[in-house]
């Protein structure tokens, strides 16, 4: 069964870090193009990061670049968002999403920012909210 199950979120305070963990079931991982996303109510929801689990391309919103890092743990079939220097403007609830749910879908041509209409597999989401 394809699932994505997103875990790590919390409340943690202004300039603190949080790293979020995506578990992946192993069909889903396997060669697929793999994203973090957020959405805060009443807004459109945007891309963070997404990240090709056969290696070699990992592609960043301008607005994320910095403080956000997208790694892989291929042992796990898990992707991770490192988080560093959180700002008020960061609480959203955050998605974990696959291109492909049965795997195998390349990131080339695909951006964090333009591509989120291509992710066919979500998670339910996990919150994080920064405090003051």
């Known amino acids: 069964q394809v699932h994505l199950v997103e875990s790590g979120g919390g409340s943690v305070q202004a300039g603190g870090s949080l790293r979020l963990s995506c578990a992946a079931s192993?069909?889903?991982?396997?060669?697929?193009?793999l994203g973090w996303f957020r959405q805060v109510p009443g807004k459109a929801r945007e891309g963070v990061g997404i990240?090709?689990?056969?290696?070699?391309?990992?592609d960043y919103a301008d607005s994320m670049k910095g403080r956000f890092k997208v790694s892989r743990d291929n042992a796990k079939n898990e992707i991770y968002l490192q988080m560093d220097g959180l700002k008020l403007e960061d609480s959203a609830m955050y998605y974990c999403?696959?291109?492909?749910?049965?795997?195998?879908?390349?990131?080339?041509?695909?951006?964090?920012?333009?591509?989120?209409?291509?992710?066919?597999?979500w998670g339910q989401g996990t919150q994080v909210t920064v405090l003051s």
């Open positions: 999403a696959a291109v492909c749910p049965d795997g195998y879908c390349l990131c080339t041509g695909r951006t964090a920012t333009e591509s989120m209409g291509d992710f066919g597999l």
């Open positions: 192993e069909s889903t991982y396997r060669g697929n193009c």
């Open positions: 990240i090709y689990t056969g290696g070699g391309y990992i």
